[in-house]
């Protein structure tokens, strides 16, 4: 039987609200109910194969642009990467407006600020 404190409300995200792509390189960002799911990693294989190198949730929009900025830093060593992606991410208007849940029955796993 499921209780009252497990069912989860569950909506498909199927476009992320930002990505970074540089040759075989991306980062995404997703809203999620707990936060902003941030996904980074690399295309290998001509595109075929997708290795997901990490991925975070973070529950404000400050906490998922520096990772952001730092996942991209990791993939190029280059930090002018980042901060081009961070003004491409201003110019597009930012981070929609997103209010992760706050209670506490949001399930196992860690979120990070």
Known sequence: MITQDHQF???PVVEPVFDWKDHSRFVEIYPVSTGWLVLWGR???MGAVRTLHGSRVYRTAEGARRRLAWAIVGLTRNPVEARDALRLLDRKGGLPSHRPRTDNSAGAG???Q
């Open 9 to 11: 409300h569950l909506e």
């Open 110 to 112: 860690s979120t990070t």
């Open 43 to 45: 295309y290998e294989e």
